[in-house]
């Protein structure tokens, strides 16, 4: 059975540092995904990381995917009060009946200034 | 372009009840899936629908049930109602057929209540 880990689960961040989501997961996966949701909202999809060493930038945020270690990070540069969510990571794997996302415990995040 | 749907917002039941939840795909989708977001947890896979028949599912008992109509939306059905239903239902579209390039895309959720 695929399981999903994030962490940590919460990350306190000054504003103006640097830092780093883990996402481990046991199994061969299709896509790997990564959402952010903000108190009592749906999912804002981020990023979608196909293959072996895809990295991918949009703002602040970068997230990079490791299939032989089966880890993907997300990097937060600079964080401002903005990025306070919760983020997380999810895996696909797609097969002839269908395809399904295992999401990890997700990671809060919250930015002090 | 109208993005994934999902009716009603908020819903509140008592125990033992039976609820109604509807999706209503992206543009151009046709396979529906649920998820179920407990507080403070990360969304449950529930089930998938494609072709109105139910084609994976995850490990929730047969009090959940749900349906897809030929215009490709979708129904997700609960009945006797736990405490623990309570969650934000999340409905996700997709396209079957070309899996590589399309993301699966979600509404906004189903607050879900039981008291």
């Known amino acids: 059975e695929l399981k999903v880990e994030q962490n940590p689960l919460f990350l306190s961040m000054q504003e103006g540092k640097n830092y780093t989501i883990y996402c481990n997961y046991s199994t061969t996966s299709d896509r790997l995904y990564w959402y952010r949701q903000d108190p009592g909202k749906s999912l804002e999809s981020l990023f979608v990381?196909?293959?072996?060493?895809a990295v991918k930038q949009e703002g602040r945020l970068m997230a990079s995917l490791d299939t032989k270690a089966r880890l993907s990070t997300l990097h937060i540069t600079a964080a401002v009060h903005d990025l306070s969510a919760t983020y997380f990571c999810a895996v696909e794997i797609i097969k002839a009946a269908g395809n399904k996302l295992t999401f990890g415990g997700g990671t809060r995040v919250l930015v002090k200034p | 372009d109208a993005g994934v749907t999902q009716s009603p917002t908020h819903l509140i039941k008592t125990r033992g009840q039976q609820v109604t939840l509807r999706c209503s795909p992206k543009?151009?989708?046709?396979?529906v899936s649920w998820y179920q977001q407990a507080l403070g947890q990360g969304p449950q896979f529930i089930f998938q629908y494609y072709e109105e028949e139910e084609r994976q599912r995850g490990n929730f008992p047969d009090r959940f049930s749900g349906h897809q109509f030929p215009n490709y939306s979708s129904e997700l059905n609960v009945n006797a109602l736990l405490l623990g239903d309570s969650a934000l239902y999340l409905c996700?579209?997709?396209?079957?057929?070309?899996?590589?390039?399309?993301?699966?895309?979600f509404g906004p959720g189903t607050r879900l209540l039981v008291l």
């Open positions: 543009s151009g989708h046709d396979t």
């Open positions: 996700a579209s997709s396209l079957i057929w070309d899996p590589l390039r399309e993301t699966q895309y």
């Open positions: 990381l196909l293959s072996n060493g």
